[in-house]
């Protein structure tokens, strides 16, 4: 018998996928960071269009929007979101999805984080389940606004930060409060108080406990282990969040120049993992926004 590769399929070289696309979101600043803690960070406008046109050629498929108000504080005015999305549009056009959040900061109530999402109809939205509905009373305020996002083709994802919020979202999802089929959730892993670096380790209790209900899952890390954390939710099947949102270094614990460079090296390592990164439209496939 042969020894030639042809005559082993085992040492054939495979061309097929063996992962569906992962997909990288950059989230280039956050409500809390200023140029201060980093002066790349994005707090205009203009500076989150051209993270936005790096965070592309670098293969991001999502870009996570903060927007900031005139005294640089994180805000949730509708006009300065459409503002922001606009300009980012006008410098990618459609080569990103374009997520604005709804978190509060500590700033804002449920009703003003709903009214926002209701007043800039975004293409899709993060909300904070311990933000939106922090108690089981708050069950129909959270299916109503996911109602409201089904009907627009707003496409929605819930921010799960430990077990407690992963098993209320899962219990919540059988109850029939939360259409899983159609919502995807977001894993933290770290904090920012007290500062936390996130460790692989403790994301996939989480992802245990809700990622099989929903849709889809993707995380964000705060710290070094940014890269290792999103590596490891990719080869479970999730995606990744990046940026200086939550981390201001590189896989190796030097500074990172800038966004650009952090989204670089996720997919790099991703790719390294044997994993094929998916687009902009891969992604709005996936979440039922096609041509939105």
Known sequence: ????????????????????????????NGGRRSKEDHPALPVTPQESAAVA??????GAAMIHLHVRGADG???????????????????????????????????????QQIATIKAVRPEAVSMA????????????????????CGR??????IIVYDRTDAERLARWVRAGVVDGASTSVLFVGGRYVPPTPAHPAELVPLIEAVAGE??????????????GCGVLAALLGGHVRCGLENNLH???????????????????????????????????????????
């Not at 503002?83 to 549009?89: G, S, T």
């Open 73 to 111: 504080g994180h805000s949730l005015d509708p006009d300065l979101y459409r503002e922001a999305v606009a300009a980012v549009r006008r410098a990618v056009g459609s080569r990103l999805v374009v997520q604005i959040t709804s978190e509060s900061v500590g700033l804002y109530g449920p009703e």
């Open 250 to 292: 590189m896989p190796d614990g030097s500074t990172a120049p800038d966004n650009g460079a952090i989204v670089r090296a996720t997919v790099g390592a991703l790719r390294a993992a044997g994993l094929r990164i998916g687009d902009a439209n891969a992604l709005r496939s996936l979440w039922g926004i096609e041509g939105r």
């Open 214 to 227: 929903m849709r889809d899952f993707m995380i964000c890390a705060f710290g070094p282990r940014e890269t």
């Open 53 to 58: 046109v790096d965070a592309v050629e670098a």
């Open 152 to 157: 627009e083709r707003i496409a929605p994802q």
């Open 1 to 28: 018998m042969s020894d030639t590769m042809s005559d082993n399929p085992s040492s054939a070289p495979f061309t097929g996928d063996l992962y569906r696309p992962t997909f990288v979101a950059v989230a280039p």
């Open 129 to 148: 389940l311990r933000e939106i509905a922090p108690q089981e009373a708050d069950a129909k305020r959270l299916h109503d606004v996911l109602e409201f």
